[in-house]
RNA sequence: GGCGAUGUAGCUCAGUUGGUCAGAGCAUGCGGCUCAUAUCCGCAGUGUCCGGGGUUCAAUUCCCUGCAUCGCCA
């Protein structure tokens, strides 16, 4: 059997919705795992929710849930999440899941059992709104930032793990194997981290500040806090330390994450292995984050530009492979629709989806639709093969695929289409199809060119893999008979000829862009209603607006008037406005309020009370609301 | 505040150990073809390789420093 492949994405924090962040992490484990199908090697696929903790309990909290529905509710967004992607998951984990607490309880007892965990008691400042400590530096003029309210010092007693006794024995791991945490620049990273001393890790929370985790194994009274309950997943998920999985897929595993919880993973997690006698994984892969530039995004779908919506708009596979061939692995980059569109047009439509188009059109035209049976000796001579370059790229593609160089990989795949572009135009099909003596050139031509596209389809599959399949069956060939397998795209001369091809068509439609209105407005298929929004406008036009907190003084209903209430108002000077919100205030209730206003509005009389302003409101279909400020300010104060 | 990373053509970025390394794609301009989703092919540019020092016969590439952006930690 060959090696078996195990890879891993973190498990999410459920503290937030499903972002762009999550989605390309897990979509680029997806693509490992699909290549090293390709590779016929077994493969085990894990992602899930991370939901202990106080921040959990918090937003449990704000939402009037129990931690459980809470973590259920955000757990089921993500775990419904993957399937729109294409992401075929071996298993989806959660922290909450009763075997994996058990694997964290007996990882912890024998990392206890070995010394490697004590107990010790500190001290500090501890604010009780924000429940928990500070240092002095975060601290603003001695007040806890958020509560302007002075810390207290208490002593606690906690749990740490000893890390430190590992250090040089990480260093010389990670020495020794260069390519660990890849790419370089983390592995530089993480070494320059262990120049310094290594602290030892706070390990638990009492239970007296903490309830929502996993009871130590050793004392009742703690819950462990963050690491060792998140970390294990990727060993619990596999059913450590007796499961089959286990046997199986580890430690072929590797792990990937974004750069921010580097140290977690290059650092805290291998100790914790060594320390609990498991083999350390084969390779953190640490990509960057993607900066979503908002000022090249279309705003057809309201005000809120979720990059995950677009795929809805420009389809799943297009989507996959911009993620892909944009981005760097390592470094950062940047996301917009415009960048989007440049590459489905550019790379997909004009590249790719021309070239495919072009090719089955001519075999219908000169061939009857029927795969031509090149003559080898005609190929030979004109030197109409294909062969060499095929195999160089699938060897590259294969190199930048084992090394996470998915740009790379991509890239190769595109360098030989337009290999293929060129061909054809030195080939000319077109001239050789008028002369009935170069028909062996022809064949040659275009049989070559078809199973060009062949190898294409495959080497697309992890990233593209509706497309590749609809690639396949354009050329007549069964999607289901494992194509993309790598040795089957080596053999050259895999298309039977005279096996006949389906109708044409065309894999990716371009794109106008900028969209037109009518065109997005249907496209987009949003529940989200709101309006247009307007032109833009320079900071002059908007300083023209004398925007100003007020409070209200006295609040009446304008006689005969249903909606109006008049306002006594307070803006640094007394005025009277008048507003249509009685539908949704009643006057009693806005005495006291703060309110912004349009200070500088030219007056009007509404149902004959002159009013000196307008009150901002938001105005939605049934109720209206007030904009205001989140903390009392003097009336007069400006906004901008 | 400490540690680290990044800063290269209008845009997005490649540049493995210092000496044809000043590049690719997109965008722009011009030319060609017609099989193809007005697609494809060819040609043409533009750059204080973030600023300032230093090492060297030679630095985008090494060292120091400043600025900007990002991440981690505090």
């Known amino acids: 059997m060959k090696t078996p492949f195990y890879i891993t994405t973190p498990i999410y924090y459920v503290n937030a919705q499903p972002h762009l962040g999550h989605a390309y ?22 992602t899930g929710t991370d939901e202990h903790g106080d921040k959990i309990v918090r937003a449990a909290r704000r939402e009037k849930m129990s931690p459980r529905a809470y973590a259920d509710k955000v757990s089921a967004q993500f775990q419904a ?34 010394g490697d965990i004590y107990f010790a008691e500190y001290e500090g400042l501890y604010c009780f709104g924000c429940e928990r400590f500070y240092n002095e530096r975060e601290l603003v003029d001695g007040l806890c930032p958020d509560h302007q309210t002075a810390p207290e010092l208490i002593r606690e007693a906690n749990y740490f793990f000893r890390m430190s006794r590992y250090q040089q ?22 070494l320059a981290f262990l120049r310094e001393p290594l602290e030892d890790l706070c390990i638990s929370r009492p239970k007296s500040r903490l309830q929502w985790g996993i009871s130590l194994p050793f004392d009742d009274r703690y819950v462990t806090y963050v690491w060792f309950d998140a970390l294990i997943n990727y060993v619990s998920a ?54 979503i530039d908002q000022s090249k995004m279309s705003k057809s779908l309201g005000n809120v530009v979720d990059p995950l919506h677009l795929k809805d708009i420009y389809g799943l596979d297009p989507f996959r492979y911009f993620l892909l061939r944009e981005m760097n692995f390592g470094l950062d ?47 030979a001579d004109l030197k109409l093969s294909l062969q060499a370059e095929a195999w160089k790229t699938i060897e590259a593609y294969t190199a930048a695929m084992h090394e ?45 060119l078809l199973e060009g596209l062949r190898v294409v389809s495959g080497l697309i599959y992890p990233v593209m893999p509706d497309t590749a399949a609809s690639m396949q069956r354009h050329l007549g060939l069964d999607p289901a008979e494992r194509f993309y397998d790598l040795e089957g795209l080596k053999a050259w001369r895999g298309l039977p000829p005279g096996s006949v091809l389906p109708k044409t068509v065309a894999l990716f439609p371009r794109i106008d862009w900028p969209p037109k209105p009518t065109a997005t407005a249907a496209a987009a298929d949003t529940p989200l209603a709101a309006p247009a929004f307007k032109p833009q406008i320079s900071y002059e ?52 309020a703060q309110i912004v206003v349009v200070a500088n509005l030219k007056p009007a009389k509404l ?13 939605g279909e049934e109720v209206t609301a007030l904009a205001t400020v989140t903390r009392p300010m003097p009336p007069g104060t400006p906004l901008r």
Not at 84 to 105: C, M, W
Not at 348 to 372: C, E, Q
């Open 25 to 46: 992490t897990t979509i680029i484990a997806d693509v490992a795992r699909r290549f090293h199908e390709m590779c016929d090697q077994p493969t085990f696929f894990l």
């Open 81 to 114: 999440l993957w399937p729109k992607l294409n992401i075929d998951l071996s298993r989806f984990i959660r922290t909450t899941d009763p075997g994996h607490q058990l694997v964290v309880k007996q990882i912890l007892q024998k990392i206890y059992d070995s």
């Open 169 to 190: 024995w990480l260093i010389d791991h990670i020495t020794a194997h260069p390519d660990f945490i890849r790419p370089e620049r983390y592995r530089n990273e993480v």
């Open 238 to 291: 596999l059913g450590y330390p007796d499961g089959e999985d286990f046997a199986t897929f580890w430690p072929q595993v590797q792990h990937i994450v974004a750069k921010d919880i580097l140290k977690p993973h290059g650092i805290y997690w291998p100790i914790m292995l060594k320390a609990a006698g498991i083999p350390v994984y084969q390779h953190l892969n640490v990509h960057g984050y993607w900066n």
């Open 333 to 379: 980059s940047s996301f917009s629709e415009e960048q989007l569109v440049a590459r489905i047009n550019a790379d997909l439509a004009n590249d790719l989806g021309n070239l495919f188009s072009r090719v089955t059109a001519m075999a219908h035209k000169y061939h009857g639709g029927r795969i031509p049976a090149p003559d080898p000796a005609v190929e």
């Open 404 to 448: 996470f160089a998915f740009h790379r990989a991509v890239q190769m795949v595109w360098d030989f289409i337009s290999q293929m572009n060129k061909y054809i135009d030195v080939t000319q099909p077109w001239v050789l199809a008028k002369d009935k003596r170069a028909r062996p050139q022809l064949d040659a031509a275009i049989y070559n």
């Open 541 to 592: 036009d908007f300083s023209l607006l004398d925007l100003r907190v007020a409070t209200v003084l006295k609040a009446e209903a304008v006689p005969k008037a249903k909606k109006l209430l008049k306002l006594e108002i307070d803006v640094g000077e007394r005025r009277t406005i008048v507003a249509g919100i009685a539908g949704s205030y009643a006057p009693e209730d806005l005495i006291g």
């Open 607 to 619: 149902m004959g009370v002159l009013s000196e302003g307008m009150l901002l409101a938001a105005t």
